[in-house]
């Protein structure tokens, strides 16, 4: 079975310093990942995805993600973080050719200024 | 894009009533999926469906059951709801075409007194 730890569930910054959520996956065929975001009081909004190809993964809001194989890790990287990034993000892992995503915690990102 | 209507976005029941929670989905797509979120314990899947009149148990499906008689509506049930079912819960729709991924609806916040 698969699962998700995300190894911080909580991570506080200040405004404009760069930022690293991290996030490890066992599955025991190839994946997809996923990282979202979760404003307060919102639904999940899909912040980037792997799913092949090149292992760093560029996504919205400046955002991106590297996937390394060997070590079952897809860590979520901000150069410079803005208070409007004050969120809670989760990662999550589906099997290719499956549709059920597994999330992790969930990692609560406070930007101090 | 791609709209995912969850009916209520909070609902206050009372012990051992019976609830629904209704989600709408405005594409033809097949498959979607009912998650609880709690804090700490990320999303979990309690149930899923990939087409009209076919579900399959998540990971916590025990205390729910659904419905799916259309393809566009897949209904959550609560058969006696009790107070450790309060928490949120979002629905969720997936497509491999033209973006794979998952939309989710913005949530309903269950308070069961």
């Known amino acids: 079975a698969q699962s998700v730890t995300q190894l911080d569930s909580q991570v506080p910054v200040f405004e404009e310093a760069p930022v690293e959520l991290r996030c490890n996956y066992s599955s025991s065929v190839s994946v997809y990942l996923f990282w979202y975001v979760q404003y307060p009081n919102q639904g999940l909004q899909l912040l980037l995805k792997y799913l092949s190809g090149s292992t760093l993964v560029k996504g919205i809001n400046g955002f991106e993600a590297e996937f390394n194989k060997s070590q079952t890790s897809f860590h979520l990287r901000k150069p410079s973080v803005h208070i409007s990034d004050t969120a809670e993000y989760f990662c999550a892992v589906s099997d290719q050719g499956a549709q059920k995503l597994v999330f992790g915690q969930g990692t609560r990102l406070t930007i101090n200024p | 894009d791609v709209k995912v209507t969850q009916s209520s976005r909070y609902l206050v029941k009372r012990t051992g009533e019976k609830v629904f929670l209704e989600c709408v989905q405005d594409?033809?797509?097949?498959?979607m999926f009912w998650y609880r979120q709690d804090p700490g314990l990320g999303l979990r899947l309690i149930y899923f469906s990939y087409d009209v009149k076919m579900k399959e148990k998540g990971d916590i499906p025990e205390g729910y059951s659904v419905s799916r008689e259309k393809k566009e509506r897949f209904s959550l049930i609560l058969e006696s709801a009790s107070t450790n079912q309060t928490s949120m819960y979002l629905c969720?729709?997936?497509?491999?075409?033209?973006?794979?991924?998952?939309?989710f609806g913005s949530g309903t916040r269950l308070t069961v007194v």
């Open positions: 969720a729709r997936f497509a491999r075409q033209p973006n794979y991924g998952y939309t």
């Open positions: 594409m033809d797509h097949e498959n």
